[in-house]
T-cell receptor, first 113, second 113 residues
Framework: GDSVTQMEGPVTLSEEAFLTINCTYT??????LFWYVQYPGEGLQLLLK?????DKGSNKGFEATYRKETTSFHLEKGSVQVSDSAVYFC????????????FGKGITLSVRP | GAGVSQSPSNKVTEKGKDVELRCDPI?????LYWYRQSLGQGLEFLIY????????KSGLPSDRFSAERTGGSVSTLTIQRTQQEDSAVYLC???????????FGEGSRLTVL
């Protein structure tokens, strides 16, 4: 079945550091890929998405590129801020009529001033 | 309201009791999902409703778990004879069609003593 693997956490960075959070997936079809974010005390919300190979999703300075050849969707940001401290989840939606999302385990990012 | 609403936000119960968790999705959203978030386990898919189609129950962990969606809107997740391992945050989400963009509620935290 479909699965998503995220790098182990937690991750702690200093403000303005470069961020990479790795995500790889296994899927039988041509999934859409997502990053969701959960800020402290808030519900999950969509951060960015990509629906086909080589697409780049971007939002709030974050980017991720859909790499079919490496089955990856790594999240990057050039300069993190304290306000980026949150839990980040990679997810996929298969291409069938059932669009439920399969999530990775999530990774906690802490950014210190 | 504008977002997905879940109640109760917190529930403490004794082992063996039944609990009901409620979800009120965003008006007009045709799809409704239940996930479970446990520490270190990420988001576990439970059940998915899409319009008038039969629900996808493939994620329900045992027959103690059931869910219904009345009138294509409000959903109730019922856990019978609760066990300590049922302790988790139960998240509801809704979406419009098959876009893969889910809108999450803030969850119901269940603690089974």
């Amino acid at each position: 079945g479909d699965s998503v693997t995220q790098m182990e956490g937690p991750v702690t960075l200093s403000e303005e550091a470069f961020l990479t959070i790795n995500c790889t997936y296994t899927a039988t079809g041509y999934p859409s890929l997502f990053w969701y974010v959960q800020y402290p005390g808030e519900g999950l919300q969509l951060l960015l998405k990509a629906t086909k190979a080589d697409d780049k999703g971007s939002n709030k300075g974050f980017e991720a590129t859909y790499r079919k050849e490496t089955t990856s969707f790594h999240l990057e940001k050039g300069s993190v801020q304290v306000s980026d401290s949150a839990v980040y989840f990679c997810a996929l939606s298969d291409s069938g009529a059932n669009s439920k999302l399969t999530f990775g385990k999530g990774i906690t990012l802490s950014v210190r001033p | 309201g504008a977002g997905v609403s879940q109640s109760p936000s917190n529930k403490v119960t004794e082992k063996g009791k039944d609990v009901e968790l409620r979800c009120d999705p965003i008006s007009g959203h045709t799809a409704l999902y239940w996930y479970r978030q446990s520490l270190g386990q990420g988001l576990e898919f439970l059940i998915y409703f899409q319009g008038n189609s039969a629900p996808d129950k493939s994620g329900l962990p045992s027959d103690r778990f059931s869910a219904e969606r009345t009138g294509g809107s409000v959903s109730t997740l019922t856990i019978q004879r609760t066990q300590q391992e049922d302790s988790a945050v139960y998240l509801c989400a809704s979406s419009f069609g098959g876009t893969g963009e889910l809108f999450f509620g803030e969850g119901s935290r269940l603690t089974v003593l």
